[in-house]
C-alpha cells in the first residue's frame, strides 16, 4: 500500500492556519474563463508539458483541462523541465494555473496518475507516495472499457541518446529550447495579426530526415517492449510527436505534448481512443464563429 506523504501545500495537514486557508482559496479561485459544458472522457494522457519553460503553451492546456473532465488523468512524464528550471527560473502564473486544474481535478474525484519522465526525473524518488491526490508511479498499467491492457510510461528509457549520451541530450535540449522560444516570438506575431497558433519546432522537426528516422524507430522499440511484456498496447510521451499506430498485434500510442502540438489522448466511455489536437480545435471554433459572424453580418 502506497504511503501517504505530507507536502507543504497539503491543507488536510499544514499545521498553520492562515497558509492552509490561502491553499484554499488558491485552489478554488474561480477561473474566469471557466467552461460551463465539459466534454467529458473515461481516460486523459498529457505529457510533456514543460512547466518552466517559455516554450510551453500553458494558456492552451489551462483551456484544455477546463474544457474537459474524465474518471483518470494520466501525467506521463515531462510536466515540469526540472533540467531549465535549474539554469534558470521562468515561472509565469499560468503555470499555477496549470497546477490548479489538475489539483482541483483530483479533488473532484479524478484518479491522477504522475509517471515521470527524464525532465522531471527528481520525481523518481517519490515514486509509491501521495502528493494533494497525486500518485506517483513508474509506470502503469492501464485497462481500457474494452478489456484491453495497456502499459503507460514516459518512453525515455527507450532513447539512446539519453541512455548512452546524456552530455548530447544535454546539448540537443539547448538548442531545442531556444527554437522554442523563437516559437514562442512567432506566435507573439501570429497573434497580433489576428492568426491561429502554429508551430515552427514541429514543422522544422517533420522536414528533417533524421528525426523522422528516429520517431520510427522510437515507436518500432517501445512497441517490441510492450509485445514483450504481454500487454495490448503502450502510451508514452517523450519525442513530442502524437501518433496511434498498429505493430502486430501491438497497438502504439503516443499522446504528442504542449510545446509544440498541443495534443491529449484519450479514451471514450466504449474504450474508443482518440487523439485530440487542441490547436487544431481552437483554429476550427475561431473559423466557425467568423462564418456565424459573416453569415449573421450578411
Not at 506566435?187 to 497580433?192: D, E, G, I, K, S
Amino acid at each position: 500500500m502506497a504511503t501517504q506523504a505530507i507536502l507543504p501545500f497539503d491543507v488536510a495537514t499544514i499545521a498553520a492556519p492562515p497558509l492552509a486557508r490561502r491553499f484554499a482559496d488558491w485552489l478554488h479561485e474561480p477561473a474566469p474563463s471557466e467552461h460551463r459544458d465539459r466534454q467529458r472522457y473515461r481516460t486523459i494522457w498529457i505529457s510533456d508539458v514543460h512547466l518552466g519553460t517559455p516554450g510551453c503553451a500553458a494558456e492552451m492546456l489551462v483551456d484544455f483541462l477546463r474544457s474537459t473532465d474524465c474518471d483518470t488523468l494520466y501525467l506521463v512524464g515531462d510536466i515540469i523541465d526540472g533540467w531549465q528550471l535549474r539554469k534558470g527560473w521562468h515561472w509565469p502564473a499560468r503555470h499555477n494555473d496549470v497546477v490548479r486544474c489538475v489539483l482541483k481535478q483530483a479533488k473532484r474525484g479524478t484518479r491522477v496518475v504522475y509517471v515521470p519522465g527524464n525532465h522531471d526525473e527528481a520525481m523518481r524518488d517519490y515514486i509509491g507516495l501521495n502528493f494533494g491526490g497525486v500518485e506517483i508511479a513508474a509506470e502503469a498499467i492501464h485497462l481500457t472499457a474494452d478489456g484491453r491492457r495497456l502499459l503507460v510510461l514516459h518512453g525515455d528509457e527507450f532513447d539512446g541518446v539519453i541512455l548512452y549520451a546524456r552530455w548530447l541530450a544535454l546539448v540537443g535540449d539547448g538548442a531545442y529550447t531556444l527554437l522554442l522560444k523563437f516559437n514562442v516570438w512567432v506566435n507573439a506575431v501570429r497573434r497580433r495579426l489576428g492568426k491561429p497558433y502554429w508551430s515552427l519546432s514541429a514543422h522544422i522537426k517533420k522536414k528533417v530526415k533524421n528525426a523522422v528516422q528516429f520517431i520510427s524507430g522510437f515507436e518500432e522499440v517501445v512497441a517490441r517492449a510492450a509485445l514483450e511484456r504481454g500487454v495490448d498496447g503502450v502510451v508514452c510521451g517523450h519525442i513530442h510527436s502524437a501518433e496511434i499506430r498498429q505493430f502486430g498485434t501491438v497497438t502504439y500510442y503516443n499522446d504528442g505534448d504542449w510545446v509544440e502540438s498541443c495534443t491529449a489522448l484519450v479514451e471514450h466511455r466504449d474504450g474508443r481512443m482518440e487523439i485530440i489536437d487542441w490547436a487544431e480545435h481552437k483554429r476550427a471554433a475561431a473559423l466557425d464563429r467568423r462564418v456565424a459572424e459573416g453569415a449573421c453580418a450578411a
